[in-house]
């Protein structure tokens, strides 16, 4: 990107930025009004502290990571006043490093973690609104991300498993029903953190899903990258939940374990690699 920039391929507005501070080094940027936090849940530890140089007085970090505990998280380091979580829908993918695709969506839903419509939200609003961005400031950001997470946890799941995209999983109907079985777990698991998820959502997911044809779930893509996955994140977190009250996630249970092993084989390929 310090040699061609960052290019978005878009069919509703591609774009080209050469003229910008690309560094993996936060102390070049020094303090910032805004951090949008965008890494996978497995490294939010280590980058919470990493971009200890952005942060200024007023600086506001948005979290716009998959999975429902990452913001508490980032706010257990910087706070839950200068904290928000975010929920993004967008199909993309990295094409090569420095090219993005997009494919459909391109919203981010919002809010604080205590669900107050406090005034470093309405900063956050204000910003996007002058960028051009779809947004929406939310007060109930929390069942917003459990909503996200019945489609990730399973869809994700099953993709990786399988090799399947998303239309492949709906036209199959033992698919279907792990996925349904997978999301019945979610819900379970949101309520032990009193989110209540109507049993409509599960259909409206099923439904949503049909619409996205042959999209590859984030994690699949990361499979086939090589890149170590965020089952910890989409899995893990409801079997945690649900063992915490004494009850069983079978089938979470069971992606755990082998999304698992699966994650422990690429880290050691990568290892290997890189030794090699």
């Excluded at 939010?44 to 007085?57: F, M, N, Q, V």
């Excluded at 946890?153 to 993709?159: D, G, H, K, L, Q």
């Amino acid at each position: 990107m310090q040699r061609d920039g960052l290019q978005v391929k878009s069919p509703v507005c591609s774009l080209h930025i050469r003229k910008a501070l690309f560094t993996n080094a936060a102390s070049a940027a020094g303090n910032v009004e805004l951090v949008l936090f965008c890494v996978k849940s497995y490294d939010t530890e280590s980058a919470s502290a990493a971009i200890a140089p952005l942060i200024g007085p007023d600086t506001i970090i948005l979290s716009l990571q998959n999975g429902v505990d990452n913001p508490n998280k980032i706010a257990a380091t910087w706070g839950p006043s200068r904290t928000l979580a975010g929920v993004v829908y967008v199909g993309a993918a990295m094409e090569r490093p420095g090219v993005v695709a997009h494919s459909s969506g391109g919203r981010i839903v919002f809010g604080s973690l205590d669900g107050a419509i406090n005034d470093g939200a309405k900063t956050v609003a204000g910003l996007f609104a002058m960028a051009l961005i779809p947004h929406e400031l939310s007060g109930e950001i929390a069942k917003i991300q459990w909503t996200k997470l019945l489609w990730n946890a399973a869809f994700c799941a099953v993709s990786c498993l399988t090799r399947a995209n998303v239309k492949q999983i709906v036209d199959s109907a033992p698919l279907t029903k792990l996925v349904r079985d997978c999301m019945a777990e979610v819900q379970a698991a949101a309520r032990t953190c009193a989110i209540d998820l109507p049993s409509a959502s599960l259909d409206q997911t099923i439904d949503f899903s049909r619409t996205l044809e042959n999209f590859k779930p984030s994690m699949l893509q990361d499979l086939e990258a090589g890149k170590p996955l965020e089952y910890e994140a989409f899995n893990g977190v409801v079997v945690k939940l649900l063992r915490q009250v004494g009850k069983t996630a079978p089938t979470n249970e069971a992606f755990y374990a082998m999304l698992g092993y699966m994650d422990k084989q690429i880290r050691k390929e990568a290892l290997s690699t890189h030794h090699g």
